[in-house]
């Protein structure tokens, strides 16, 4: 029981790492190609449904591709396929799910070339599948090294205390999403 717990918590520390590198990165891009806008109106406004410093594709594409690794890192090109796989299914379902739910689009590839009803475009596939790379070889390894000397109390108190915020983000996100800088509204609510 105690290992599965350890996992348990592991792959919510995952989660939430890859959430918050995903808000993180939104940020820097956006602010990258919108120079009119000051860091602090991209960070108030920006990304993502929830208004936490958080964005749950990322994670949970995180941790389904360090999930993935474990059983294709010995197979790099393999992987890399795998990676871009996933992230497409994952970054299409999303939209179409966000879109249904909120009736607004975060983000629209429409104008990207090779792109599938603007909801993921080759290029983005194939930066997902490099930074899946990174994440099983790079990120993940020097995250376990780091996350196994934590205690397991200090790990549950993390875990805990992250998990309930998420909710409660989540919660208020449902009444009112964050339709910030980018998001473009698609119907009537």
Known sequence: ???????????????????????FLEIIA???SHSN???VEIILNLRGVLHGP??????FGFVLLVLLGQKLKKRPAVLFL?????????????SFALE?????RWWDYS?????LNGRIYVGGLLLFGLA???AVYIIEPWMRSRIVRIRPQIKVILVTFLVIAFCMDTFVALQSPNLGIGVSITGVR
Not at 2 to 23: E, V
Not at 100 to 104: S, Y
């Open 132 to 134: 899946g790379m990174i």
């Open 111 to 115: 104008t990207k070339f090779l792109n």
């Open 82 to 94: 795998g990676n871009v796989v996933v992230c497409g299914l994952l970054e299409y379902v999303t």
């Open 1 to 23: 029981m105690k290992k599965i717990n350890n996992n348990i918590c592991y792959l919510i520390i995952l989660f939430f790492t890859g959430s918050m590198i995903g808000w």
């Open 54 to 59: 958080w964005v749950p594709i990322y994670g």
């Open 100 to 104: 249904l739910i909120f009736h607004a």
């Open 30 to 32: 956006f602010k990258s």
């Open 37 to 39: 806008f000051t860091w």
